[in-house]
Antibody, heavy 115, light 107 residues
Framework: EVQLVESGGGLVKPGGSLRLSCAAS????????MNWVRQAPGKGLEWVSS????????YYADSVKGRFTISRDNAKNSLFLQMNSLRAEDTSVYYC????????WGQGTLVTVSS | DIQMTQSPSSLSASVGDRVTITCRAS??????LGWYQQKPGKAPKRLIY???SLQSGVPSRFSGSGSGTEFTLTISSLQPEDFATYYC?????????FGQGTKVEIK
């Protein structure tokens, strides 16, 4: 069974940092591109970042470029999102999503940026 | 960036109704489009991939069509469990972009 389990969310002050993790199981993680997508409370979906299977290609939304860093550890079947200089508008549920044509989503982890 | 214009933003329908949701891309995306269903408090679930292919396990009342710039999701006979919000997503080029969402409510 495919599973994606996000962790690392929480409450952080503006300007602070958080590192999200996504533990993958039930599929060959190292062969899939992976992505982060977020959803602000009561709002629509927003693509955040993507990383290719071997980390060769990395892409970011303009809204997070220079502040967020995506990475992965294929040996540990894990995806990460390092989030720095957090802003109130980064408050969202962050989803870990599998695939170039994104097929499977984790349950999400809530990040709240507030003083 | 490719803009995805989804319509309507909401609709009210009855069980058994046929429902159609449309997404228009600001430039051609081939068939690099998926449709997703999201229920409150839950993660999105893919219904359709490559514009018209039904995801395994998804009921056959869901169908997708289109290519290039015009895409449609159709629910042939709306069921109680279909009341949710639906999104399209283009993954043809970065940044990926979602439609604004369509909330399907009970009439």
């Amino acid at each position: 069974e495919v599973q994606l389990v996000e962790s690392g969310g929480g409450l952080v002050k503006p300007g602070g940092s958080l590192r999200l993790s996504c533990a993958a199981s039930g599929f060959t993680f190292s062969t899939y591109n992976m992505n982060w997508v977020r959803q602000a409370p009561g709002k629509g979906l927003e693509w955040v970042s993507s990383i290719s299977s071997s980390s060769t290609y990395i892409y970011y939304a303009d809204s997070v470029k220079g502040r967020f860093t995506i990475s992965r550890d294929n040996a540990k079947n894990s995806l990460f999102l390092q989030m720095n200089s957090l802003r109130a508008e980064d408050t969202s549920v962050y989803y870990c999503v599998r695939g170039q044509g994104p097929s499977f989503w984790g349950q999400g982890t809530l990040v709240t940026v507030s003083s | 960036d490719i803009q995805m214009t989804q319509s309507p933003s909401s609709l009210s329908a009855s069980v058994g109704d046929r429902v159609t949701i449309t997404c228009r891309a600001s430039q051609g995306i081939g068939n690099d489009l998926g449709w997703y269903q999201q229920k409150p408090g839950k993660a999105p679930k893919r219904l359709i991939y490559a514009a018209s292919s039904l995801q395994s396990g998804v009921p056959s009342r869901f169908s997708g069509s289109g290519s290039g710039t015009e895409f449609t999701l159709t629910i042939s006979s709306l069921q109680p469990e279909d009341f949710a919000t639906y999104y399209c997503l283009q993954h043809n080029s970065y940044p990926w972009t979602f439609g604004q969402g369509t909330k399907v409510e009970i009439k």
